[in-house]
C-alpha cells in the first residue's frame, strides 16, 4: 500500500468526539487538606514549570483523604492545557505520569486508547495556538465546548504508534 493509499484511511474528527473532554476540580482552600498529603494535585503552576511533558510526575501539592472527598480522580495519561489566564497563551501541555486531581484551570483530556494514542494526540495539541482560540484576549480562557470542537487528524491506530516512533 503506497503512502497516497494510507492517508486515505485517516479520518478527521472534532476532538469531543473521539475524547473525554473536561476541566479538574475546584482548588481546596483549607491547608487541613493539605496535611500529611499523599494523593497528588496537578495545578497550573506544575505544568507551567516543565511547559511541555509525555510524563509529569512531580507536584507541588498533595492532599490527604478529606482533600479528595468528592473531587474527581484523574488517570495517568490524561493530558492537561490550561484553559484559564494568562498561561493559555504559553501553549504547555503535559500528559499526567500518575494518578491524580486536577486544578479547575486545568483542560482534561482522556483518550479511548481503543481509538487514539494519547501520546499522539500530544504532539498534535502542541501544534494548536491556544492564543487562536481565544475569544477575549483581555480575559483569557479556553472554553471546554471550543476544545471539543478542534479538528484532529485520526489514522488508523497502527500508524498513530509508528508516527509516535517517530
Known amino acids: 500500500m503506497n503512502q497516497a493509499t494510507k492517508k486515505t484511511n485517516w479520518q478527521t474528527r472534532k476532538l469531543g468526539e473521539v475524547?473525554?473532554?473536561?476541566?479538574?476540580?475546584?482548588?481546596?482552600?483549607?491547608?487541613e487538606f493539605f496535611v500529611a498529603g499523599k494523593y497528588p494535585f496537578f495545578r497550573t503552576s506544575d505544568v507551567g514549570r516543565v511547559r511541555i511533558s509525555k510524563s509529569l510526575d512531580q507536584?507541588?501539592?498533595?492532599?490527604?483523604?478529606?482533600?479528595?472527598?468528592?473531587?474527581k480522580l484523574f488517570r495517568k495519561g490524561t493530558i492537561l492545557l490550561p484553559k484559564s489566564g494568562a498561561s493559555t497563551f504559553l501553549n504547555h501541555r503535559v500528559i499526567m505520569g500518575m494518578d491524580g486531581?486536577?486544578?479547575?484551570?486545568?483542560?482534561?483530556?482522556?483518550?479511548d486508547e481503543k481509538v487514539l494514542n494519547n501520546i499522539f494526540l500530544f504532539y498534535f495539541l502542541q501544534e494548536i495556538k491556544a492564543q487562536d482560540l481565544i475569544q477575549d484576549h483581555k480575559y483569557p480562557s479556553l472554553n471546554l465546548s471550543v476544545i471539543k470542537e478542534i479538528q484532529i487528524p485520526l489514522p488508523p491506530l497502527p500508524d498513530q504508534r509508528r508516527i509516535v516512533k517517530i
Open 19 to 31: 475524547c473525554d473532554v473536561g476541566a479538574g476540580n475546584s482548588a481546596p482552600q483549607k491547608k
Open 59 to 71: 507536584v507541588s501539592d498533595y492532599l490527604n483523604d478529606k482533600g479528595v472527598r468528592n473531587l
Open 101 to 111: 486531581y486536577v486544578v479547575s484551570h486545568l483542560a482534561t483530556i482522556e483518550t
